[in-house]
């Protein structure tokens, strides 16, 4: 099995910053996309960035110059920088990857549990 634990979530003034990591572990041959979406109440869940296994990256247009994908495939660990928060960013967010666990196998996608992000004064 393959398992996505997040960290880094929490409660933030706008303006303030935090940065989120997503670490995939159990049986895993090697990683395509990563990425983190977003959920906030009432709204469906939205890509907010993703980032290739080669390191080319999008974003939504909404955080674009705010936050920051990026990731070590050494640890199998995406992270997002967040910067200049704003209420609303307020969302679940949750981890994505795209992971083939063998030679011989397809890939498929997981999700990790989610980590609330809050933006408020």
């Known amino acids: 099995q393959v398992q996505l634990e997040e960290s880094g979530g929490g409660l933030v003034q706008p303006g303030g910053s935090l940065r989120l990591s997503c670490a995939a572990s159990g049986s895993i041959f090697s990683i395509n996309a990563m990425g983190w979406y977003r959920q906030a109440p009432g709204k469906q869940r939205e890509l907010v960035a993703a980032?290739?296994?080669?390191?080319?990256?999008n974003y939504i247009d909404s955080v674009k110059g705010r936050f920051t994908i990026s990731r070590d495939n050494a640890k199998n660990t995406v992270y997002l920088q967040m910067n200049s928060l704003k209420p609303e960013d307020t969302a679940v967010y949750y981890c994505?990857?795209?992971?083939?666990?063998?030679?011989?196998?397809?890939?498929?996608?997981?999700w990790g549990q989610g980590t609330q992000v809050t933006v408020s004064s």
């Open positions: 994505n990857a795209d992971v083939r666990r063998t030679f011989f196998s397809t890939s498929h996608e997981y």
């Open positions: 980032i290739s296994s080669g390191g080319s990256t």
